[in-house]
C-alpha cells in the first residue's frame, strides 16, 4: 500500500525544475478542456479541442474561464502554458498532485494550489482530489484531477447571469470557486464530526474493539483532512492580503468572509481532533473498568467457592480415624459451616460495594 | 444526531455569497421588534410591526436600539438591511447561526457576532444562542434567536436614566450588553467549574463509571464553551484597540476593562481544561489502583486455598496401600499440615504488606 | 463548596461598571487604615480614623503610603476614591478580589492588582490574597483582603531610615512591596517543590493510593499557583518598560531585577507541573509493574497446583475398577508424579524468570 | 553504543576555535577530489591529485565545483581553505560531523551545513551524511563524508548541457543539489511512512509486541529525521531571503519552490510522528482490551466449573450419616443440580454480553 | 531534602535590594583570588591576597582577568566590587546561586550569570555550578562556587601565547570561556544521552521496575539541565546581537558559532526528553503486554485443569447408586473423557494464537 499521507515523487528526483512529469494516479483516460468565456451581457461555453482556439478570448475584455479535467497529459498542459504564458514552475506543480496548498505570486498571475475534500460516507474516508488555479489579467484556468466537480451551481449563477458574478472580474470567480471548495470542508468535517459525536455515548457504555478501531478511523481521515485544510487557511490569508492588480479591492470583504469561513473549518477539525484524543484516552479508561469489573466477579466466585470446596474437601479425605465423620449431625453442622462461611463472604463483599 | 460542534450549512453551498438563507433551528413563530429610543432626558420603548417605523428615530440625534429576536424570516431581515443600510454580508451572517464569533468593520458600521453561552443545570449542558450586534452612527441593532436575554438588567438601568448609560453613545451600549454577555461567560464557567471541583474526591476514592461519565461529559461542554469564548477574547481585543469615529475614547478603557474579564474567563476555560484532564489520567490511575486491591484478594485467596484443597485432595485418593491414613493420629497431623500451610502463606502476604 | 479557580461575579451581574460591589469573602470586622509619610529626614505613622486626615499629606513633597486592611466597606473605598482622585474603575477592581492580576495606567495613577500566596504547610494548601497598589505621584495606596502581611520588614526599613528606601519616590516603595510579594511566590514554590520532590522516590518503591492523592493534591496548589504568578510576570514586565513620570529611570534596574525573579518563579512553577506530570504516568506505569507482580504470584500457585489438585482427584474417584489403586507402589509412584509435575512448573517459571 | 543522536565533541573541548579536527567516523581511506568547471559552451571533469590545480579555474568566468569525498584529512581541507581562502571558522566546521544543519554568511561566501538523509531499507535504519557547501563567486565547494552521493542526475543534466543549469550561474548549481537532497529527504519519509501506515490495522488485530518493537523503531528513525529536516527548513528560508551578490534573483523562485517542499517534508515528518503516538496509545488501548478478553475466558470457566466442582466435592464427603446418598435418584437430582447451576451461570454471562 | 530545583532564598525576605547574602553551600573554606594579566607580549600569573594588589593592573592596556573560587565571603566580594566600580546589583547576585542564568548590561560592564554543569556519572546525577562573569572594559571577573574549574585548556593557550587569545581582548577571553562551559554541556547531554539510548532496548524485552527507576532518573536529569541551558542560550543569543563597546565585531562571528552550538545543545536536550516520554510510554504499554502474557498462562492452566477436576470430582462422589462406577471400562473412559476435554481446550487456545 503506497504512503497516503504523501504523494510518490521518487520519479522525479534529480530532474531539473520546471520538468513536465505526472505524480499521481490517472484518473481518467482523455483530458477534458472546457471553457466559459462571459461578461455582463454575453456568456459562450465550449468544450475544446484545440487549445489555440482560447486564442480569440484573450485579447477582449471579458472573464475567460478555461477548465481543465484530468492531468496527466504533458502535451496539454505545455500548450496551455505557452498560450497563457505561464511559468514553467507553475505547470510543473499543476501536474503533481502530491503539492502542498500553497499561494504564489508571479509577474502576470496568481498561482494557487487546493485540495477538494469530499467525504465518502460509504467507505468512510476523505477523498482528495488537487486544484490548482491560475489568476491572470482576464482569465482563470482551473485544473482538476477528474470530471465532476462542485463547480455546477458557479456555472449556474454564470449562465443565469444572475447576483454580482456576471458583473465581476476574474478575482471575484476565482473567489467563488474556492468559496465553494471551503464550503465543502466544512460539509466534510460535519459528516465526519457527527460520526465522531456518535459514538460518543457507546464508548463508557460499550467500548468493544469495534470503537476502537472507529476512533483510529476517524482519527486518520481528520488528520488527512487537516493537512488540506489548514495550508489553504495561510493562502486564503495571503489573499485576503495580497496587493495585485489583479485583485479589486472590492473582492477583499468576500475574501475576509471565506477567511472566516476556512478559520471555523480549521479550528472545527482542531476540535475533532482533540475529541478523538479525549475519546481514545475515555476509551482506554473505561476498558479499565470494565476489567475491574471482570476481576470482580470472578474473585468473588473465588474467594467464595474455594474455601468452601477446600471445606468439603476436608471431608472427603479417607483417614481411618476422623471422628466427626461418625457423628449424627456432622452432616448439618457441615452444611452450616458452608453456610456460614458463604455469609460472611457476601457480607465481605457487599461491604466492599461489590455487590 | 447532528454535530453539535459545527451547524449545517449544506444548504448554503454554491450560493452567491450575501444570500440570505436562515441556518439554524427555528426556535419561535415569528419574530419579535422592540426599539428602545433614548438621550439623556427623553426615553421611548415601542414593539415595532414595521420597520418603516423607526424610520423617524433615524434622524434625531438620539441612541436607537433596534432588537429582533428570531431570525428565521428573510423579508424582515432584509427590510432592516434596508433601512438601515446594512451590507448583505452582514445579513446573510445574521441569518446564519453557525458563525464563527467575529467583528467586521464596514464603511458606515461595526458588526460584531458572538454567542451567548448559558449553563443550564437541569441538563448538565452549556445552551449557546448567536447574538449579532450592529454598531452604527446613532443605532444599535441586535439580533437574538429567541425571545428572552440577559440584557434586563441594563434595559432596567436605562429606563432609570441612572449611570452614565443614558448620556453615552450607541458605543457604550454595545458595551454594556457585552459586558453582560462576559458576565454570563463567567457565571456559567462559575458553574460548570464548581462541579468538576466537586468530583475531584470522588476520583480517587470511588472512581466507578458514573464519574467517568461526569468528567466527559463536563470535557465536552468545556470545549463547546471554549469555541464560543475564545474568538470573543479576539473580537474584544479588536474593538479595544478600533480606530472608528463610532467608538469614542471615553469607551476605551471600558473595553479594556472588559478585554480583562474576558481573559479571565478564557484562562479559566483553559484552567478547566486541563483539570479535566488531569483527573482523567488520575481517574485511570486509580481504577488500575482498584483493580491491583481486587487481585490482591483474588491472589490471597488463591493461594492460600488452592494448596490446602491439594493437600487435602492427596488424601482424599482411594490407593489401597496409603499407609498414614491408618495412623492415629494423622488426622491431626493433617490439620496441623493445614494450619501451618496457611499460616505461612498469611506470614508471606503480611510481608508483602498486602494484609 | 464554591469555584475556588473562579470567584463569584453573579451578583455583579447587570450593573453598571464602576459600581462598587464587594466580591469575595469577608475576612474581618472592620477595616484598618494605616498611613506612613516620610522623606529623608522625616518619619510619621498613624492610624487613621478618617480619610480626611490624610489630606494634609497630600501636598507636601512626601512619600505617603497609605494601607487598607479590609475591603468590604464601601463608603470607605468611595472616601479613599475622592480623596485621591481615583478612577471608578480603580475602585470596583480593588473590592473585586476575584480580579486577574494586572497593571492599569491612568492620567494620574498606575494601578496594580497582585495576589499574594502564601502556602499554608499545616493545610497543604496555596492562600491566596489580593492585594492592589495604587502608584500616584506622591503617594502609595495599598490594599489588602485582611490585617498581617509581609510587608513588616519594608516598615522596619523605612522606620530604620537605612539604605536607599528613605531617599528614593513612592515608585521605589511599590517596588519594594512587589519584591517582597515576589519573594514569597518563590518561597511558597521551594515549599511546595520540596514536598512534590520528596515522593519522588516512593513512587516507585510504594505506590499507593495515597500518593496518588498527594499527586492530585500538588497538582490543584500548582495550578494555584500559577495562575497568580503568570499574569504577575506580565505586569512587571509592563511596569519594567513602562513610559511614565510616576516611575524614574533609576528605578528600572531594579524592576528588571524583580523581573528576572518572577521570570524564574513562572519556570519553577512549570517545572513542578511537568514533574507532577511525570510523577502520574510514572505512578500510573508503577501500580501495573505491581499488578504484574501479584499476577504472576497468582500465577505460579494456579498453575502449579491445579494440576497437582487434578491429579489427586483423579486417585480420589471411585470406579470399582481402577487397576492402580491396588499396586502396592502405586502410593509412591503418586507422589513421585506430583513432585515431578511441581518441579517441572517450578523451571519452567525458573526459566521465565518470574521466581 | 554511542550516543546517536549527538556526535562526540569531547576530544574538541578546550581547544581554540578554527582548530581543524576531524569529528566522526572515518569512512574511507584517502579523500577524493573532482572538480569540474563549465560555462554554457565548455565542460571539463578531473579528478585533482593536487589542490593548487584548480587554481587556473578561479580566475576565469566559469562554474566551478569542487567536491571533495572524505573529510578526516586536515592537510587537504586546510588547502583548500587557503586556496578558497576560506574562513578557518568554515573549515572546522566542515570537519565536524556533529554540525547541526545551518547556514552562515561571509563576506566572500555563504556557507550551508546539511544533512544527506537516507533510508536503508534492509536494516530499517536513517543513514545520515554530512554535507556541506561553500558558495563563492564563481565556485562552489561541496564536502561529503565518503564516496557516493545523489548527485549523479545533477552531474548528467551539467554534462548534456541541457536545462537551464549550462547557463546559470553557482547559485543555482548549489540548489540543484539541496534540491536533489530535499527530493531524497521526501523520499526517505515516503518509505518510512508507508511501513508506518502498513503496521496501522495489526496494531487492532494483533497486538504483540514485535509492532511495539516496530513503533518504538519507527519513532526513534522520525525523530532522527526531524532533527536533520527541521534546521534545513531554516536554512533554505533564510537563503530564499537572503539578501547576497552571490545568490542571483533568477534564482530566488526557485529557492521559494524548494522552500515548499522543505516546508511539506518538515509537515509529513511531523504528520508521522503524531501518527506514531497515536499508533502507540491505540496499541496500548488494544493490549487491554486482549487482556479483557484473555480474563472474561478465565472468569468464565472459573464461574462456571469451581461451584460445579464445589457440589461434587460435598458429595464426595465422607460423611457416615449423609441421607442423600442413598437415595436411588440422588444420582440424577445431582446431575440435574450441575446442569442446572450451569446453565445459570452460561445465561448470566449471556446476559452479560461476554459470550 | 532541600528543593533541587530552586535555592534557599527565605533569608534574603524583606531585604533591601543589593544586600550581600550568600545563598547556597558553603563548598570550601577560603576563597581563592588568582589573577592573569596578559597582552600579546606578557604573561603575569599571581594568587591574590589583598584586592588592592590588583590595583595596578587596572591601569594598563592589558587583559586581567581575575577569578574567584568560592563565594560565601561578603567581604571579599564587597572589595572587589568597590576596586572594579559594579553595581550593587551584581555584587548581590554573584553571591546567590540559585540566580537564573542571565545576562545585564550596566554602564561599565556586562554581567553574565550561567551555570557550569557536570555530568557525575558514578552518582547518575548533574552537578551544577554557578559562574558569573563580569566584562568589563581591560578586565574580565569571573566567580565560581569552589576550586577547579574546566578553564585549565583555556590558562594553557594564554601561557602558550598560542593563537588568537592572546592578541584579542577581553571579550575573545569571555567568549573562550563561556564555549568552554558549552563545551561541557555538549558532553553532559551526551554522556547522558548514550545511557539514554542505552536502555531502549530493555525496555520492550524486559520492563523490570529498575528500568522505570532509570528513567525517573533520567527524567529528573535532562530536567535539571534544561533548566541551566536554555536560559544560557537566551544570553548567549543577546550578547551575539549585543551592541557594546564592551564586545569587538571581530568577536561576533565567535558568538554566533557558539549560539549554533548552545542551540544544538539545547534541542539535543529536547529531543531527549521526548525520547525519555516514549520510552516510559513505551514501558508501559510493554508491562501490560507482559501482563497480557501472565493473564494467558494463568488463563490456560485454569480453564483446562478445572474441568477436568470437576469431572474427576463427580467420579469421586459417594452415591450409592452410581451405575458407572461399576463398568468394567468406566476408568477408561474416564480418561477418554478427560483427555478429550484436555485436547479440545488445547486447539481452542491454539485457535486463538495463545500457545
Redesign the interface.
Known amino acids: 500500500?503506497?504512503?497516503?499521507?504523501?504523494k510518490?515523487?521518487?520519479e522525479?528526483?534529480?530532474?531539473?525544475?520546471?520538468s513536465l512529469v505526472f505524480v499521481g494516479e490517472k484518473k481518467m483516460e482523455k483530458p477534458k478542456v472546457r471553457l466559459i468565456n462571459y461578461n455582463n451581457s454575453n456568456l459562450q461555453e465550449i468544450e475544446l479541442q484545440i487549445i489555440r482556439e482560447s486564442d480569440k478570448f484573450k485579447k477582449i475584455e471579458t472573464v475567460t474561464w478555461l477548465n481543465v479535467d484530468g492531468l496527466h497529459d504533458d502535451d496539454l498542459i505545455r500548450d496551455i502554458g505557452n498560450e497563457f504564458e505561464l511559468?514553467s514552475?507553475i505547470l510543473e506543480?499543476i501536474m503533481n498532485t502530491g503539492?502542498?496548498p500553497?499561494l504564489?505570486e508571479f509577474d502576470n498571475a496568481i498561482f494557487i494550489v487546493a485540495k477538494m475534500l469530499n467525504y465518502d460516507e460509504t467507505k468512510d474516508e476523505i477523498i482528495s482530489e488537487q486544484l490548482s488555479l491560475v489568476i491572470g489579467e482576464n482569465f482563470l484556468l482551473t485544473f482538476q484531477e477528474r470530471v465532476g466537480d462542485?463547480f455546477?451551481?458557479?456555472r449556474?449563477?454564470i449562465r443565469k447571469s444572475?447576483?454580482?458574478?456576471r458583473n465581476a472580474g476574474v478575482d471575484y470567480l476565482a473567489y467563488?470557486l474556492l468559496?465553494?471548495v471551503v464550503?465543502?470542508y466544512?460539509?466534510s468535517?460535519?459528516k465526519l464530526?457527527?460520526k465522531?459525536?456518535?459514538i460518543?455515548e457507546e464508548?463508557?457504555d460499550n467500548?468493544?474493539?469495534e470503537i476502537?478501531?472507529k476512533?483510529?478511523d476517524f482519527?486518520?481521515e481528520v488528520?488527512f483532512m487537516r493537512?488540506g485544510i489548514r495550508p489553504a487557511r495561510e493562502f486564503i490569508l495571503q489573499l485576503s492580503k495580497i496587493d495585485s492588480d489583479l485583485v479589486d479591492d472590492n473582492t477583499i470583504?468576500?475574501l475576509?468572509?471565506l477567511l472566516?469561513l476556512i478559520?471555523?473549518a480549521v479550528?472545527?477539525v482542531e476540535?475533532?481532533r482533540?475529541?478523538l484524543n479525549?475519546q481514545?484516552?475515555?476509551?482506554?479508561?473505561?476498558?479499565?473498568?470494565?476489567?475491574?469489573e471482570?476481576?470482580?466477579?470472578?474473585?468473588i466466585?473465588?474467594?467464595i467457592?474455594?474455601?468452601?470446596?477446600?471445606i468439603?474437601?476436608?471431608?472427603?479425605?479417607?483417614?481411618?480415624?476422623?471422628?466427626e465423620?461418625?457423628?449424627?449431625?456432622?452432616?448439618f453442622i457441615?452444611w452450616g459451616i458452608?453456610i456460614t462461611v458463604g455469609l460472611i463472604m457476601l457480607r465481605y463483599f457487599k461491604n466492599k460495594n461489590w455487590l
Chains 1, 2, 3, 4, 5 share one sequence.
Do not use: C
Open positions: 500500500m503506497p504512503a497516503r499521507f504523501l510518490k515523487r521518487s522525479k528526483i534529480g530532474l531539473a525544475p520546471g511559468d514552475l506543480d503539492q502542498r500553497k504564489e462542485y455546477e451551481p458557479v449556474n449563477r444572475k447576483g454580482r458574478i467563488a468559496d465553494t464550503d465543502n466544512i460539509m468535517i460535519e464530526g457527527e465522531i459525536e456518535d460518543e464508548i463508557i467500548p468493544d474493539p476502537l478501531e476512533i483510529q482519527k486518520r488528520n493537512k470583504p468576500f475576509k468572509d472566516d478559520t471555523q479550528e472545527s476540535v475533532y482533540e475529541m479525549d481514545l484516552n475515555i476509551y482506554h479508561t473505561s476498558v479499565s473498568n470494565k476489567m475491574n471482570v476481576m470482580k466477579i470472578l474473585t466466585f473465588a474467594a467457592f474455594i474455601p468452601l470446596t477446600f468439603a474437601g476436608i471431608y472427603g479425605t479417607n483417614f481411618e480415624y476422623f471422628p465423620l461418625g457423628f449424627k449431625y456432622s452432616y457441615f458452608l
